[in-house]
């Protein structure tokens, strides 16, 4: 369990508001930038990031606001379309979905999901394949809206994945420790994984029998090939964990950040060949956690700035 000895971030992006959530998109924009999106109250912003690892005449990082979009209510989720792309933007038309659940206390009752808004243009959305389903907590659609399939959850929905290489594939993980993967064709629950109370979990892009996820203080690693339970758990922040994510550059590394405390949330980037972690960041009041498409970089949202760690593979 690490003690909070914060290395400063490698990079900053000023923002105007606080930051809630924000996502780098995994796919190729078409172009040497990638394209991130960042929310909070009321309102989203989409953008470009450059970095200097990418581009010998950044300095440091190079972010450029595309469309900023605005709200009744606080975003808590984004996820980006695959045909989200920037070199040919003028004839494609993508499509963002917010959503708000609305899960009751009530046992035996589905929680249900109201849309709250649509967007065209970069767009992005809670959960997406490759192909043409979008889900949250138990529920599925296609692009045009419609349901297509549901989930009955034994607990709240807490991470929802894809993934590009299993796009017939669901993982769906619940709070009391359950993720399960469904087939999209027969709608059947094919594999499932338990722990402890989960926080977070998330499915590497890298390595499909990789899932990762935060239990109370700790980190955990399923090899789905193995067993149905975590071969490795081990403490990572002194209060609860709160979200985990995969890089997408490498199999071995992840994040984990911890609950936010009174001012600041601890970021920790590990890698799986190091008992020790890889670096420690803090943000003030910090919230959402994504990886870079090709670079060791993650960024984490906070008071009006997005806070980037670069890292060694």
């Not at 971030?9 to 078409?30: A, I, M």
């Not at 450029?64 to 989720?77: G, I, P, S, W």
């Not at 420790?177 to 087939?183: H, K, N, P, V």
Request: hydrophobic share 35%.
């Amino acid at each position: 369990m690490q003690e909070d000895s914060s290395h400063s971030p490698s990079y900053t992006v000023p923002c105007d508001d606080f930051v809630h959530v924000v996502e780098f998109s995994p796919f190729s924009s078409g172009t040497p930038a990638s394209l991130l999106a960042y929310g909070g109250n009321q309102y989203m912003v989409v953008g470009t990031c450059l970095f200097q690892e990418e581009d010998v005449e950044v300095e440091g990082v190079e972010f450029n606001v595309l469309r900023a979009f605005h709200h009744e209510l606080r975003v808590d989720a984004l996820a980006w379309s695959p045909e989200s792309r920037l070199d040919r933007m003028p004839t494609i038309r993508t499509m963002a979905r917010l959503l708000q659940a609305d899960r009751t206390k009530k046992q035996n009752k589905k929680p249900t999901v109201t849309q709250i808004t649509t967007h065209y243009n970069h767009g992005m959305q809670k959960s997406i394949s490759e192909r043409t389903a979008r889900a949250s907590g138990g529920l599925v659609w296609d692009l045009d809206g419609n349901e297509s399939a549901t989930f009955r959850l034994q607990s709240p929905g807490i991470s929802v994945c894809w993934h590009p290489k299993e796009v017939f594939k669901l993982m769906v993980a619940e709070k009391k420790g359950t993720i399960r993967f469904y087939d999209m064709v027969t709608q059947q629950a094919i594999l499932s994984l338990e722990s402890e109370l989960l926080m977070s979990a998330d499915w590497c892009l890298t390595n499909t029998i990789k899932v990762g996820g935060v239990s109370g203080s700790d980190w955990l690693i399923w090899d789905i090939t193995r067993s149905s339970y975590p071969q490795e758990k081990r403490p990572a922040h002194i209060d609860k964990a709160r979200l985990f994510r995969w890089s997408r550059a490498n199999e071995n590394l992840f994040a984990t950040t911890g609950c936010p405390g009174k001012i600041n949330t601890q970021l920790i980037i590990h890698h799986l060949g190091h008992p020790q972690p890889v670096a420690i960041g803090s943000v003030t009041v910090g919230s959402g956690l994504s990886w870079h498409r090709t670079l060791p970089l993650c960024v984490v949202g906070g008071d009006r700035k997005l806070c980037f760690w670069m890292t060694e593979m």
